[in-house]
Nanobody, 121 residues
């Protein structure tokens, strides 16, 4: 399993933006599909956004239009640009490597420590 490292979280006010970054150790990220997940307080971890190897994306309904997942091939990273943040976006965010099967994304990497995003009202 590949090992991933997330960064870029922080404390922001509602309406502000953050960009999360995910790096992979020892592998080229371009050979995997990738995803960003989050675990909000008291909730189960959920998939927020995913990107295929070819760059097609899908999003959780509640973040579509505000979040953008993308690849930076030169830096071997996957990014999550988060705009118009809301207090309900407060969570620990995790990235994953995985694959798409029949249109659904399945992570198969080891979970990293995640990065905390806190949005104040």
């Amino acid at each position: 399993q590949v090992q991933l490292v997330e960064s870029g979280g922080g404390l922001v006010q509602a309406g502000e933006s953050l960009t999360l970054s995910c790096g992979v150790d020892g592998s080229r990220f371009t050979i995997f599909a990738a995803g960003w997940h989050r675990q909000r307080p008291g909730k189960e971890r959920e998939l927020v956004a995913a990107i295929t190897r070819n760059g097609r994306t899908n999003y959780l309904d509640s973040v579509r239009g505000r979040f953008t997942i993308s690849r930076d091939g030169a830096k071997n990273t996957v990014l999550l640009q988060m705009n118009s943040l809301k207090p309900e976006d407060t969570a620990v965010y995790y990235c994953s490597a995985g694959s798409f099967i029949r249109g659904d994304y399945y992570p198969n990497s080891k979970w990293g420590p995640g990065t905390q995003v806190t949005v104040s009202s």
